[in-house]
């Protein structure tokens, strides 16, 4: 990427300028002092990520983003804020191994050693709530971070400096529930999860989506994020005579789950979560007919192959992207549409301050970014830390996604 040069001199300027100065000019006229991490010209935000060990296939995210703010400082010369100042996004990521105890080591040096404005798209359920008290203990914003846990948006009063982006995965088992009911009300139905938020959250909403038909789960199976294979659950769910599996897994064991169903002969509808949809594609036939929800835009899907957003973000992708980053994986299209979020929110920040981030997170009304799908917005509000409600049904072809019926509502 270009900016690891330029990048560590902007840090300095940056820096020379806050002790130099110390203070900023708000939109009103007056005289703000300005938070760690933030002068006239640069704006520095930090996040951990899972660069190497297990999980690495969620960086994706992280990398899109960082594509999406190089694009921003190049041709845009960065984002101007409500206080009339253009500032350059500084983007500091760290590797956190997918490891909690790892992530609140990096997040103590990006607040205390750093010296970071914010925590931006910080990934993983576990690591973010590892670290989600020492940040609001510290008022720095854990914002629009990796992870689906409704904890993160439903605990606002008791952890108010943390906001994540996505659905969260409540609400997503809730709707792949209800589609269920919808289209096979007779099903039986076998569940696997991972034994984590992610997946705990995820089959509860499924339950509540299932209302009164929860009984026709007829098995079900967990399996942690240290095993090495799932395939013993997977052979126990097959035999309870299932016709229908509920699949809350992500990364290596969702391709597991793909493998070991087409070894075994067995052939249920398959309802997958969206955090495991990553690995998809590269399962080619063995996953046609997998069925997830979605709130982003499928760049392989042929019905976007002539959409201005998605033949510009090919474009940043393409130019601004570290080596190595495909513009149709579905993470770097997250993180891209993610940004797009995070400059509506710095466009409308009216001060140099942390708590004016903070308020302008909490005042997105009706705000669209171009990665997601049609019809879906981005809301928030004073309790209303949730800023996606809403998803559509999608269903793997072999070679793509295709939506089918309309958004469902938040």
Same mark, same amino acid.
């Given at each position: 990427?270009?900016?690891?040069?330029?990048?560590?001199?902007?840090?300095?300027?940056?820096?020379?300028?806050?002790?130099?100065?110390?203070?900023?000019?708000?939109?009103?006229?007056?005289?703000?002092?300005?938070?760690?991490?933030?002068?006239?010209?640069?704006?520095?935000?930090?996040?951990?990520?899972?660069?190497?060990?297990?999980?690495?296939?969620?960086?994706?995210?992280?990398?899109?983003?960082?594509?999406?703010?190089?694009?921003?400082?190049?041709?845009?010369?960065?984002?101007?804020?409500?206080?009339?100042?253009?500032?350059?996004?500084?983007?500091?990521?760290?590797?956190?191994?997918?490891?909690?105890?790892?992530?609140?080591?990096?997040?103590?040096?990006?607040?205390?050693?750093?010296?970071?404005?914010?925590?931006?798209?910080?990934?993983?359920?576990?690591?973010?709530?590892?670290?989600?008290?020492?940040?609001?203990?510290?008022?720095?914003?854990?914002?629009?971070?990796?992870?689906?846990?409704?904890?993160?948006?439903?605990?606002?009063?008791?952890?108010?400096?943390?906001?994540?982006?996505?659905?969260?995965?409540?609400?997503?088992?809730?709707?792949?529930?209800?589609?269920?009911?919808?289209?096979?009300?007779?099903?039986?139905?076998?569940?696997?999860?991972?034994?984590?938020?992610?997946?705990?959250?995820?089959?509860?909403?499924?339950?509540?989506?299932?209302?009164?038909?929860?009984?026709?789960?007829?098995?079900?199976?967990?399996?942690?994020?240290?095993?090495?294979?799932?395939?013993?659950?997977?052979?126990?769910?097959?035999?309870?005579?299932?016709?229908?599996?509920?699949?809350?897994?992500?990364?290596?064991?969702?391709?597991?789950?793909?493998? &070991?169903?087409?070894?075994?002969?067995?052939?249920?509808?398959?309802?997958?979560?969206?955090?495991?949809?990553?690995?998809?594609?590269?399962?080619?036939?063995?996953?046609?007919?997998?069925?997830?929800?979605?709130?982003?835009?499928?760049?392989?899907?042929?019905?976007?192959?002539?959409?201005?957003?998605?033949?510009?973000?090919?474009?940043?992708?393409?130019?601004?992207?570290?080596?190595?980053?495909?513009?149709?994986?579905?993470?770097?299209?997250?993180?891209?549409?993610?940004?797009?979020?995070?400059?509506?929110?710095?466009?409308?920040?009216?001060?140099?301050?942390?708590?004016?981030?903070?308020?302008?997170?909490?005042?997105?009304?009706?705000?669209?970014?171009?990665?997601?799908?049609?019809?879906?917005?981005?809301?928030?509000?004073?309790?209303?830390?949730?800023?996606?409600?809403?998803? &559509?049904?999608?269903?793997?072809?072999?070679?793509?996604?295709?939506?089918?019926?309309?958004?469902?509502?938040?």
């Amino acid at each position: 990427m270009r900016r690891t040069r330029t990048g560590a001199i902007l840090v300095i300027a940056a820096a020379l300028t806050l002790a130099a100065c110390g203070r900023a000019d708000s939109d009103s006229g007056g005289s703000v002092k300005a938070d760690p991490g933030i002068t006239d010209t640069t704006v520095k935000l930090g996040a951990f990520t899972p660069l190497s060990g297990a999980g690495t296939v969620a960086s994706a995210a992280t990398k899109g983003s960082a594509a999406y703010f190089e694009y921003l400082n190049e041709e845009k010369g960065g984002v101007k804020f409500a206080d009339g100042k253009t500032r350059k996004i500084e983007y500091t990521t760290y590797d956190s191994q997918a490891n909690p105890a790892t992530a609140l080591q990096l997040t103590r040096k990006l607040v205390e050693d750093d010296k970071v404005f914010a925590l931006y798209g910080s990934n993983g359920t576990t690591p973010n709530l590892a670290v989600r008290e020492y940040l609001n203990q510290q008022k720095v914003p854990q914002l629009f971070l990796v992870g689906g846990a409704s904890a993160f948006g439903s605990e606002h009063e008791e952890y108010p400096w943390t906001m994540p982006w996505q659905l969260d995965y409540i609400s997503q088992g809730k709707a792949m529930a209800q589609y269920l009911v919808k289209q096979t009300p007779d099903a039986k139905i076998a569940v696997i999860y991972q034994n984590d938020d992610y997946g705990k959250d995820y089959y509860e909403g499924f339950k509540q989506g299932l209302g009164d038909k929860a009984d026709q789960i007829v098995q079900d199976a967990s399996y942690e994020a240290t095993d090495a294979t799932v395939n013993r659950q997977v052979s126990i769910l097959k035999d309870s005579g299932a016709d229908t599996l509920a699949d809350f897994s992500i990364d290596k064991f969702t391709t597991q789950i793909i493998t &070991q169903i087409t070894q075994l002969g067995w052939a249920p509808r398959h309802l997958l979560g969206s955090s495991g949809t990553a690995v998809v594609p590269q399962s080619g036939a063995a996953a046609k007919g997998i069925i997830s929800t979605a709130y982003l835009k499928v760049t392989t899907d042929p019905s976007s192959a002539n959409d201005p957003a998605v033949l510009s973000y090919k474009d940043i992708i393409g130019e601004y992207a570290e080596a190595g980053v495909k513009a149709d994986d579905q993470g770097v299209v997250y993180g891209v549409a993610a940004a797009q979020s995070l400059e509506y929110v710095l466009a409308h920040t009216k001060a140099p301050t942390r708590e004016a981030l903070m308020d302008a997170a909490k005042s997105i009304d009706g705000f669209a970014p171009p990665m997601l799908i049609k019809g879906i917005k981005l809301e928030t509000g004073q309790d209303d830390y949730f800023p996606i409600q809403q998803s &559509q049904i999608r269903v793997f072809n072999g070679k793509t996604w295709q939506f089918q019926g309309g958004v469902l509502g938040g």
